[in-house]
């Protein structure tokens, strides 16, 4: 990314956090608009190839994350600019697919069938409280194909979209809400260290 167009974005996203609420910060920068990484048609492409997958509205799938913005907004790298090396990190919004694989993984846990691994599972409910899923963490089994499938997916695009230089994570998401809710914590952080002043 142009180094000036990285402090443009960075400058009018800060100017912004002083003067709006943390949600309209979030939908203004992250989940409407253009990705700050992708042009309009591969943008466009990206999100309809993904919506095919999971048989949904393109609209319902956003891309988030420093591949939105330009930035990243976590703390450990905040205002780090999108790289070479970044990875791309996709939003889908369905509350009929989340809840789908919320009641397979509710019914797996309900027969007493543990997930394979105690730290993936630790995981899983770390991210449930963040407001998505995401296959990588779900139980192996039968059951859970769509799931084998979903993930196969995410590597598919890393190889075919960006020839496996980056990462593709596509998170499942129940609602607009819990999205920008999640969102909205990582923005309230940014915006009260611009409050108290604090270098970055």
Not at 137 to 151: N, S, Y
Request: glycine letters at 4%.
């Amino acid at each position: 990314m142009d180094q000036n167009d990285h402090q443009r974005r960075v400058a009018a996203f800060k100017a912004d956090l002083a003067r709006m609420d943390p949600i309209g910060v979030v939908r203004k920068h992250i989940t409407t608009g253009r990705s700050a990484a992708l042009d309009d048609g591969a943008y466009y492409d990206l999100r309809n190839e993904v919506a095919d997958h999971f048989k949904l509205h393109p609209s319902a799938v956003v891309v988030v994350g420093s591949c939105r913005t330009g930035f990243s907004l976590k703390p450990t790298k905040r205002y780090h600019a999108f790289t070479d090396a970044s990875d791309v990190d996709l939003a889908i919004i369905s509350t009929a697919k989340f809840d789908v694989f919320w009641d397979l993984a509710f019914e797996h846990w309900r027969a007493c069938k543990p997930w394979s691994d105690a730290r993936t599972y630790r995981w899983f409910l770390r991210e449930l409280f963040k407001g998505w899923l995401w296959p990588r963490r779900l139980p192996p089994g039968r059951e859970f194909r769509d799931a084998l499938a979903w993930a196969e997916f995410e590597d598919k695009l890393s190889r075919n979209r960006f020839n496996g230089l980056r990462s593709v994570s596509a998170r499942l998401y129940r609602s607009w809400d819990r999205l920008e809710a999640y969102q909205a914590i990582h923005v309230l952080q940014c915006k009260n260290t611009l409050a108290r002043g604090t270098h970055e």
